[in-house]
């Protein structure tokens, strides 16, 4: 089995920041893509940032320049720095992970966390 505790949602003033951090845990063998999506209420899910293993990163247009993804290797540890945080942030965000698992070490599988809640609002 393997599990994402995500962590760090919260309310906060627009102008504002948060950090949100999502562990992953269990049978692991190697992590390939760590990344983050959110969920607007009556909207898509929708692709936030993502980071390769090698440390490739990426950003959807609406948060670059404003959010930093970065991961902790050693920890199975991804984190989304969120500045300058607007009304339209406001969402479930939820972390997303692909790897290798001991008990099936050739299977490409991904997995998500269960979500935690921002709200930008004053």
């Known amino acids: 089995q393997v599990q994402l505790v995500e962590s760090g949602g919260g309310l906060v003033q627009p102008g504002g920041s948060l950090r949100l951090s999502c562990a992953a845990s269990g049978s692991i063998i190697r992590i390939n893509h760590m990344g983050w999506y959110r969920q607007a209420p009556g909207k898509e899910r929708e692709w936030v940032a993502a980071m390769q293993s090698g440390g490739n990163t990426n950003y959807a247009d609406s948060v670059k320049g404003r959010f930093t993804i970065s991961r902790d290797n050693l920890k199975n540890t991804v984190y989304l720095q969120m500045n300058s945080l607007k009304p339209e942030d406001t969402a479930v965000y939820y972390c997303?992970?692909?790897?290798?698992?001991?008990?099936?070490?050739?299977?490409?599988?991904?997995?998500w966390g269960q979500g935690t809640q921002v709200t930008v609002s004053s």
């Open positions: 997303h992970v692909d790897g290798f698992r001991w008990t099936n070490p050739t299977t490409l599988t991904d997995w």
